[in-house]
């Protein structure tokens, strides 16, 4: 067991003493660590000056650093398998000759051109599903402005209008309601535990017959012909099925209209505080095509996602910092994407010698 010594046991006296044992700092700070800290603290560095610095071994010399550089195709399987050669090579300024036999790993064109968004967003009806089964698609339109053209064949849902439907099970249960759009409501009836279609259909094992009973009519009609078709089924001996009281208008994903989404992202100074704190809203500014406009004042550039998994990207946003701190601390995404890909020494190499040529 360690004695412990005393809290003033370290004098400059006696940090000196122990300073003299040791050739080297690491070694004093191995074998004395708390005396070495007290001479840091204190600017006693003198006690350093008998001490050799450690003299470093270049394991990779050009020759090893080309002769490793053969057993790869390309820079970005060079740096994942042999990082320390890599890095060698990129400080000593031997990567473009040592690299020169292999291929330029070309930078794929996005897939989602102008014609493949327009081929995926005929498989939807609106703009939501759209949003919420191809985000990739959709955020590239967006991007683009290519949403309103490719979009124009779907439908424009009127928040002021209902139809009434129903599910009817064999077993003479039924289920009757209103919605502003029947697809996404059974999507919500089957989906959803809560629902007392699903928890009948659950606990019968029995699928039911979904009938659209009228068109989309104004609300208040909707909310009369409700109560008419449950009285109807009622009479005809059906088992009724609603939890609640007919005449409720169901629910309104409109409720982020556009004005209200622009209140609320005024008092974002970005775009991510927006999409975090007010997630509907920004939703609906994205599927309605709003975003651009209502975040105009925000101080960022949206990136879409998968932005940064581009090599150019990556590189002309490093070109903009003065170090790769600066590059890791001002585009984290841009900075993580370039480790993640084995980008990161060819990177830094070119940030480098553009500051050289500063």
Not at 261 to 287: H, I, M, N, P, W
Request: hydrophobic fraction near 25%; charge should be positive; charged fraction near 30%.
């Amino acid at each position: 067991m360690k004695k412990v010594k005393p809290a003033n046991y370290w004098t400059k006296e006696k940090c000196e003493e122990v300073s003299l044992k040791c050739e080297t700092r690491t070694e004093f700070s191995k074998k004395y660590p708390r005396a070495y800290q007290i001479c840091l603290k204190n600017g006693w560095k003198d006690f350093f000056i008998h001490m050799h610095k450690r003299k470093f071994t270049l394991k990779w010399t050009k020759d090893k650093c080309k002769e490793e550089a053969l057993k790869y195709d390309n820079r970005s399987e060079y740096s994942k398998s042999s990082g320390s050669s890599f890095q060698s090579a990129c400080k000593n300024g031997w990567l473009e000759e040592i690299c020169s036999h292999m291929k330029i790993k070309l930078i794929k064109k996005s897939f989602w051109t102008f014609e493949n968004c327009k081929k995926n967003s005929l498989k939807y009806e609106s703009r939501m599903s759209f949003h919420d089964k191809s985000r990739n698609a959709f955020d590239i339109a967006s991007k683009n402005g290519w949403l309103d053209e490719i979009c124009s064949h779907m439908k424009t849902l009127n928040d002021k209008k209902r139809c009434i439907y129903a599910y009817e099970f064999n077993d003479n249960c039924v289920y009757v309601g209103l919605t502003y759009n029947l697809n996404n409501r059974n999507n919500q009836h089957n989906n959803t535990k809560k629902s007392q279609v699903n928890k009948h259909a659950n606990k019968t094992k029995l699928t039911p017959t979904l009938k659209q009973l009228t068109e989309y009519i104004d609300i208040n009609d909707a909310k009369i012909k409700e109560g008419e078709y449950v009285k109807k089924y009622k009479n005809d001996g059906w088992v009724i099925l609603n939890g609640a009281k007919t005449g409720s208008i169901g629910s309104n994903i409109v409720f982020w209209t556009k004005e209200k989404c622009q209140d609320v992202a005024l008092k974002c100074k970005t775009r991510s505080e927006f999409y975090k704190k007010y997630s509907g809203a920004s939703k609906s500014s994205l599927v309605n095509g709003w975003i651009n406009e209502i975040c105009s004042h925000m101080n960022e550039i949206y990136k879409p996602r998968g932005y940064w998994n581009n090599y150019n990207n990556c590189l002309e946003e490093a070109k903009k910092q003065e170090t790769s701190t600066k590059f890791r601390k001002n585009s984290s995404g841009a900075f993580s994407s370039s480790l993640k890909n084995g980008w990161k020494y060819e990177i830094w190499e070119i940030m480098n010698w553009n500051k050289q040529k500063k």
